[in-house]
């Protein structure tokens, strides 16, 4: 069976930082491209952050330089760390697996407020 379990939210401050996980079972990790998406109320789901097996990365426009995604293979884990957050940063946030097939964990909620 495959799940994809999403921790590390919560409620932080503007300007805070928190670090997501996504951990990994009943698949190859290591053969799988892993992402970030987000989704607020009312709004589509958008990509937050991408890595491929290989290790390349992709951000969407809103994070750069305030996101970082890594993984440990080792682990079957992929990491969000996100630092300098905004309100507008406040989503649910979903690990998403893509290999022959697509995987999606349950969602971790971010909230950022004073």
């Known amino acids: 069976q495959v799940q994809l379990v999403e921790s590390g939210g919560g409620l932080v401050q503007p300007g805070g930082s928190l670090r997501l996980s996504c951990a990994a079972s009943?698949?190859?990790?290591?053969?799988?491209?892993m992402g970030w998406y987000r989704q607020a109320p009312g709004k589509q789901r958008e990509l937050v952050a991408s890595?491929?097996?290989?290790?390349?990365?992709n951000y969407g426009d809103s994070v750069k330089g305030r996101f970082t995604i890594s993984r440990d293979n080792a682990k079957n884990t992929v990491y969000l760390e996100m630092n300098s957050l905004k309100s507008d940063d406040t989503a649910a946030y979903y690990c998403?697996?893509?290999?022959?097939?697509?995987?999606w964990g349950q969602g971790t909620q971010v909230t950022v407020s004073s």
């Open positions: 998403n697996g893509q290999w022959n097939r697509v995987y």
């Open positions: 009943g698949i190859f990790f290591g053969s799988y491209a």
């Open positions: 890595i491929t097996s290989g290790g390349l990365t």
